[in-house]
């Protein structure tokens, strides 16, 4: 009788640290309802997670740019442009420099600041490369988007430059 006495307190405490346990998480998470992540919060993580995929996706299948290009590639297309970009720029400052016609050093003059504005990414990226800093993945992707305009504004200024 003892030992079946002894195994009932034993359960009874037992089941009393357990109901004390389960009493002082229920008081805990009252606490702390602002730790638990509600479904905007999940949402917001999955759209900020799935542009970061997005924007590595490229990167990760080997294809560079508006063309899907290889990575050599590409970065010989990117250092074309760049090369291309660089030369109008000494052509337009040597333009200024000598006698032309007010209306075509203007038009050529509006084309080259569009140039610029296109192979902004480019010349970051170049600068950035030939500074040994770190480009980043964003400005990778923006020098990807962008290359495709600035070819065709340095093209332009080019055709514009030959016209005169």
Avoid: W
Avoid at 20 to 30: G, V, Y
Avoid at 48 to 70: E, H, N, R, T, W
Avoid at 93 to 115: C, S, T, Y
Avoid at 134 to 151: I, P, T, Y
């Amino acid at each position: 009788f003892l030992v079946l006495l002894r195994l009932y307190q034993v359960l009874e405490l037992t089941v009393g640290k357990i109901a004390i346990d389960l009493h002082n998480t229920r008081q805990m998470m009252k606490g702390t309802k602002n730790l638990l992540i509600n479904r905007r919060c999940i949402g917001i993580v999955a759209c900020v997670i799935a542009g970061l995929l997005q924007a590595c996706m490229p990167f990760a299948l080997g294809k560079y740019g508006p063309d899907d290009q290889s990575r050599e590639e590409f970065e010989q297309r990117v250092e074309a442009a760049f090369r291309l970009q660089n030369r109008m720029t000494s052509e337009v400052m040597v333009m200024e420099e000598g006698d032309v016609a007010a209306k075509d050093q203007e038009a050529i003059l509006q084309a080259e600041q569009l140039m610029e504005q296109n192979c902004s990414y480019l010349n970051e990226f170049a600068s950035r490369d030939i500074g040994g800093l770190n480009k980043g993945l964003f400005l990778q992707r923006h020098v990807g988007k962008s290359v495709l305009d600035c070819e065709t504004a340095a093209h332009k200024v080019e055709m514009l430059l030959k016209a005169r």
